[in-house]
């Protein structure tokens, strides 16, 4: 075998290798990036297949048993309140989460740190307990090593449909609001951080969309229940 026909064979070699772990280290990030995405879009098809109601039990204060019982020829699956000062649980896709106070939604190392903690209430925008638009925001995602459940716990809240219980602890006190539209709008859609409805008291949840990506920002509006 000549030198040059040796020195192609090895420059192949080289070029498929190359191209291996390119891949590989594509897939990975692809992993590292989408991977929450996919376990918990996985996990709310599963119950779906299965047909399990998740159910909130307020007595386990923050306790809540991950697991399954039959009850009717349904499985069930516990969610619990974090706490009863300030959080969140949404029963249709199994969200449970602290809301953390009164964070700025301009001040990415603030919301930041909040959201490796629970979920994120904008400052400025009302309380429960006060007539208003209560804001709630969580990212997709800011980048892959930040990503844990708290931060990812609003993943799934695309699948709310009109009519879908939410459910937010403040002060020892359970409000129950009821979803009433959703929709995709740009980064720099600010009007949902005021008033939604005159007279009424709202709760709007935002993340990012599409999940795992900053592109959009998905919004969920819902009205407190009478």
Request: net charge positive; glycine share 8%.
């Amino acid at each position: 075998m000549s030198k040059e026909k040796t020195k192609k064979m090895n420059a192949s070699k080289v070029v498929k290798l190359v191209g291996s772990i390119l891949i590989i280290f594509s897939l990975l990030g692809f992993c590292l990036v989408f991977g929450k995405v996919i376990f918990f879009e996985s996990e709310y098809q599963v119950k779906k297949v299965l047909n399990v109601e998740n159910y909130v039990n307020e007595a386990s204060n923050g306790e809540a048993k991950e697991g399954s019982n039959i009850n009717a020829k349904i499985f069930k699956s516990e969610l619990a309140p974090p706490n009863f000062d300030f959080s969140i649980v949404i029963p249709k896709i199994g969200a449970s989460a602290p809301v953390i106070s009164s964070v700025d939604p301009f001040n990415e190392g603030e919301f930041t740190k909040a959201l490796r903690s629970g979920v994120a209430h904008a400052k400025g925008t009302s309380f429960p307990d006060m007539q208003g638009n209560v804001y709630i925001f969580a990212h997709s995602t800011d980048a892959f090593y930040n990503v844990g459940r708290y931060n990812a716990v609003f993943y799934l809240i695309g699948k709310l449909e009109k009519g879908d219980e939410i459910y937010v602890y403040y002060k020892g006190t359970k409000y129950t609001y009821l979803v009433f539209d959703k929709m995709v709008v740009d980064p720099n859609a600010l009007e949902y951080l005021g008033v939604i409805e005159p007279d009424s008291s709202t709760l709007t949840l935002q993340t990012c969309y599409p999940p795992g990506t900053t592109l959009k920002r998905l919004i969920v509006l819902s009205k407190s229940e009478k």
